[in-house]
């Protein structure tokens, strides 16, 4: 596997479970058949989804769907200890101990109902974690052919090279969208073009539809502007202004409304120009660039 071969876009499966959408095992099922009919075959999961429960509903209908494991790629990650009814903790905490990381690739392989993840990723970063360890389980791991590719999510560059050091990190899960420009400045998104690490960027729409403030409203008056001019959503835009970066970063979707799945992958035809892409980050900086 290359880190090519994740579709242009993901579909997040963080909310499909009781999280958010509750979506019954024949509703998963069609939500799976609808974003691999456009192009969608990638699908990011993390154990703690659900409280521990989404990757199981999602194996059920993936199993159902009776959709080849070789046409879709499946990334899940580990490490976050949460209090839920499946677990015994008590209190929140991250885990990257050996044993730990393997026990629970074995338990998202079972609840998946796969052989393999295509993408295994560390959830978020633990002061605790020895690169050592977390190294050894990774290789064991790709030697028994339970996980074809390794990352890390929401890693800053340094945390991100204290694990490469001792083993290959191919992705990094991080917060990027308009309003969440940060990694832009702060030397992520050049370090993982350096490393050739791929970008894969969660709630990529940002607060714009979300939240009421004068960078949401000057982006939502430009946007404005820009569907009339490009004749199609604004986020879609919102998602070929992230695929215009040079780091060529894979924005995840959470949606699952199916008019959007349909045409999320308009994004990646979508050829923003430069002007209007600076545009984008103006408004939502609220001054012009340097």
């Not at 242009?8 to 499909?16: L, Q, S, V």
């Not at 990774?138 to 001792?166: M, P």
């Not at 780091?247 to 999320?264: C, E, F, K, M, Y």
Request: charged residues 20%; aromatic residues 8%.
């Amino acid at each position: 596997m290359t880190k090519s071969s994740l579709s242009p876009i993901i579909a997040g499966a963080m909310n499909w479970g009781v999280w958010d959408k509750n979506l019954k095992t024949k509703e998963m099922e069609n939500l799976i058949h609808i974003c691999f009919e456009n192009k969608i075959t990638t699908f990011d999961h993390a154990d703690i989804y659900g409280s521990y429960t989404t990757e199981a509903q999602f194996g059920k209908a993936l199993s159902n769907s009776k959709i080849k494991r070789e046409q879709i790629q499946l990334i899940s990650k580990c490490g976050i200890q949460m209090l839920a009814e499946k677990r015994k903790n008590t209190i929140k905490h991250y885990d990257y101990s050996k044993d730990y990381i393997l026990w629970s690739v074995e338990n998202s392989l079972k609840n998946l109902k796969t052989d393999y993840l295509d993408v295994l990723l560390l959830h978020r970063p633990s002061p605790l974690m020895q690169a050592d360890e977390i190294a050894e389980a990774v290789e064991k791991l790709k030697s028994e052919g339970k996980i074809i590719d390794f990352g890390v999510s929401n890693f800053t560059s340094s945390q991100t090279e204290l694990i490469r050091q001792k083993t290959p990190i191919s992705f990094n899960q991080i917060q990027f969208s308009a309003t969440d420009y940060q990694p832009m400045l702060d030397g992520s998104l050049d370090y993982m073009q350096l490393h050739q690490i791929r970008p894969l960027s969660w709630n990529p729409l940002g607060s714009v539809f979300r939240q009421e403030n004068m960078q949401t409203f000057r982006l939502r008056k430009l946007l404005a502007t820009l569907v009339s001019k490009y004749e199609i959503g604004a986020d879609t835009i919102l998602l070929a202004w992230i695929l215009k970066h040079p780091a060529h970063i894979v924005p995840i979707a959470g949606t699952v409304n199916v008019a959007r799945i349909q045409s999320l992958m308009k994004a990646t035809e979508l050829q923003l120009s430069q002007e209007d892409w600076f545009a984008i980050w103006t408004e939502s900086m609220g001054n012009e660039v340097p």
